[in-house]
């Protein structure tokens, strides 16, 4: 499962990121802390979780807590969900 992590402090770095997660026990398979053509931080990540179980465990414990003076947003990214909704539909279909 991937997860879209939004309101992320700009000096938040990807290693800052990943020990936050790791503090909280959700341990990121893939971290992308998403930049500007420049290397600024944007302010929102992408985070590959083993599944959907390690996914959701980390939505209940992140979501709205706080982070560098931020509270965050984390959710399911859309195209993690769009991609699983497209597989189920071919294999069905």
């Given at each position: 499962?991937?997860?879209?992590?939004s309101n992320i402090s700009y000096t938040a770095s990807e290693k800052d990121l990943r020990g936050f997660l790791?503090?909280?026990?959700c341990a990121a398979q893939k971290l992308s802390l998403v930049?500007?053509?420049?290397?600024?931080s944007r302010g929102f990540a992408f985070?590959?979780?083993?599944?959907?179980t390690a996914g959701e465990l980390a939505i209940k414990r992140l979501h709205g807590r706080e982070f560098q003076g931020r509270d965050l947003v984390v959710q399911e990214s859309k195209r993690s969900a769009t991609r699983g909704q497209r597989k189920t539909e071919a294999a069905n279909g």
């Open positions: 499962m991937t997860l879209f992590i790791a503090d909280a026990g930049r500007d053509g420049e290397g600024r985070v590959e979780m083993a599944d959907r």
